[in-house]
C-alpha cells in the first residue's frame, strides 16, 4: 500500500492499542501500569526511538484524568518520525512519510511484543484490550467554494452523494459546498471488526484540503488478545489496501502514481 506511489496521498498511518482500565464506583478509570509503564517500554525502544517528549498535560493533571490520552512520546529523532506514544491505557505506533507496509507491519511487530512486555513487568499479569485501530489519513489539495466537492467524489473517488436539485437552486445556495462530512461503517467477517470511511474537509500545509480515512476498529467482544494482534494487523490491511486502491482508480491514482 502507497509504495508504488511516488507522490502518495499519506498524511499518517497509525495502530492505535487501548487496554480495559479498572474503576471504583464513580471514581475515574485508572491505568495500574501507569506510569512506570513510560519508563519501561521507553527501555525496551530507545534503542530506535531515542528522542522522548512528554506532553505538557501530564506534569499538570493526575493520571485519572488523562485516560486513554498519550502523555509521552519517544521519536527516532527530534520532530522525526516513526514515533510510539505511551499513556493511561493506550499505546500507539505512527508513521508518515517513511511509511511502506513491509516496515509498519515490522515496526508494529515489535512493538506490541515491547508494550506486552513492559506491561507484564509494570503489573504481572496480561493486558485485557479494549480496542484496537488501524488507520490511514489522506487528503489531498481542494478549493472549497470553487469546485463542487460533491462531483469530485462522485468523478475522482467513485462516491456517489447526491442533493436532491431543489435544494440547491441559484435562488437559494450561492455556490458549491463550503465543507462536507460524510461516514460509512460497514462489519467485517475478517477481522471481526467494523471497516469506516469517512470524507470530510480538513487541512494540509495550512491550505484546505479534502481528507479521506479508512479505519479498521475491533472493540469490546471484536478485540484480540494482544498476542494475536500481528495477525489481526495484517487481516486489517488486506481490508483497507484494496479499498484505498479502489478509491483512487483512474485520474487520482495516475496523479499518486506520478511520472515514470
Known amino acids: 500500500m502507497y509504495g508504488q506511489l511516488k507522490n502518495p496521498p499519506l498524511v499518517e498511518a497509525l495502530l492505535e492499542i487501548r487496554w480495559r482500565l479498572p474503576s471504583v464506583e ?13 519508563g519501561l517500554l521507553y527501555d525496551r525502544v530507545k534503542d530506535q526511538y531515542e528522542f522522548g ?3 505538557p498535560e501530564a506534569h499538570l493533571l493526575p493520571p485519572e ?3 486513554y490520552r498519550p502523555t509521552h512520546r519517544f521519536r527516532v529523532g527530534e520532530g522525526q518520525w516513526p514515533l510510539v506514544q505511551i499513556g493511561p491505557g493506550v499505546a500507539v505506533l505512527n508513521f508518515t512519510t517513511s511509511y511502506t507496509w513491509d ?6 511487530t515489535v512493538f506490541i511484543e515491547k508494550l506486552n512486555d513492559a506491561y507484564r513487568v ?7 484490550l479494549a480496542r484496537v485501530t488501524l488507520r490511514y489519513i489522506n487528503s489531498l489539495a481542494f478549493s472549497f467554494g470553487e469546485q463542487d466537492v460533491l462531483d469530485f467524489m462522485r468523478d475522482k473517488l467513485h462516491i456517489a452523494c447526491a442533493i436532491p436539485r431543489e435544494m440547491v437552486t441559484p435562488d437559494t445556495v450561492a455556490g458549491p459546498p463550503a465543507s462536507v462530512r460524510f461516514e460509512v461503517r460497514y462489519p467485517l467477517t475478517r477481522p471481526d471488526a467494523l471497516g469506516i470511511l469517512s470524507v470530510r ?9 479534502l481528507v479521506w480515512e479508512l479505519l ?3 472493540a469490546d467482544r471484536q478485540v484480540p488478545d494482544l498476542d494475536e494482534l500481528p495477525q489481526w494487523l495484517s487481516d486489517a490491511h488486506g481490508v483497507v489496501e484494496p479499498w484505498f486502491f479502489r478509491l483512487i482508480e483512474g485520474d487520482l491514482y495516475e496523479e499518486f502514481k506520478g511520472g515514470d
Open 26 to 38: 464513580s471514581m475515574p478509570l485508572v491505568d495500574p501500569a501507569y506510569p512506570v509503564i513510560v
Open 53 to 55: 517528549e512528554t506532553a
Open 65 to 67: 484524568f488523562l485516560s
Open 103 to 108: 516496515r509498519f507491519r515490522k515496526a508494529a
Open 122 to 128: 509494570a503489573t504481572k499479569r496480561i493486558p485485557e
Open 201 to 209: 474537509r480538513g487541512t494540509r500545509a495550512d491550505k484546505a484540503a
Open 216 to 218: 479498521v476498529v475491533s
